[in-house]
């Protein structure tokens, strides 16, 4: 049996999580401009994440490069997900661990912005590649939940959805993400 319920009560987490995320005006609107500053300086916006974080960061990388709503030129921007002769050789031949940093490693430059996606903070993966990207000079983001883990402390910049749902953090993630893209599509839009 359906239970009606369970949709109401998903719907209002949803919406007590979604009030909260005024309190990131600030720090989204510069990251927004560190994006900005990072494309018009030659460098791009990665994205990398596990599961439903690995697919919300290729929709990402997507619009980056095709466009979100305004018409504009293709800005660089990937998803560290999408190479699976990349993803297979290296968890094979190093680890699953090694996945992301070995192509930051590989990719990334001082000037890229890294966001990595993370609703717990503890993806090991995703938290080498952080350091990687540190330690090339990269600006470093991440997008987590919960406590933060441990990417909260290795990252230059964290977005800690407030909530323990995996569902709830990655809805949280995507709503940031797609006004992130909409704040740079403004910035690169064709007459601007």
């Not at 999580?17 to 494309?39: I, R």
């Not at 002769?85 to 430059?109: G, M, P, W």
């Not at 966001?115 to 995703?126: A, D, E, M, R, Y």
């Not at 997008?143 to 402390?153: E, L, R, V, W």
């Amino acid at each position: 049996m359906l239970d009606q319920d369970n949709y109401l009560k998903q719907l209002a987490d949803h919406q007590a999580l979604f009030s909260k995320l005024d309190q990131f005006s600030n720090e989204v609107h510069a990251l927004a401009q560190l994006c900005v500053e990072s494309l018009h300086n030659g460098g791009k916006i990665i994205f990398l994440g596990n599961g439903g974080s690995a697919a919300d960061s290729q929709h990402l990388a997507a619009e980056f490069v095709v466009r979100f709503r305004r018409e504009r030129q293709a800005l660089p921007s990937i998803a560290l997900t999408t190479d699976t002769s990349i993803l297979t050789a290296c968890a094979n031949d190093y680890s699953y661990d090694h996945v992301f940093a070995r192509q930051i490693e590989a990719l990334c430059k001082d000037n890229d912005v890294v966001i990595g996606l993370s609703t717990s903070g503890q993806s090991p993966n995703v938290n080498m590649a952080i350091e990687a990207a540190n330690r090339i000079g990269a600006a470093t983001v991440a997008f987590t939940g919960k406590d933060g883990g441990k990417i909260k402390d290795i990252s230059k910049y964290a977005f800690i959805m407030p909530s323990n749902e995996t569902a709830r953090i990655q809805e949280a993630h995507m709503f940031i993400g797609h006004w992130l893209c909409d704040a740079v599509d403004c910035a690169f839009a064709e007459g601007s």
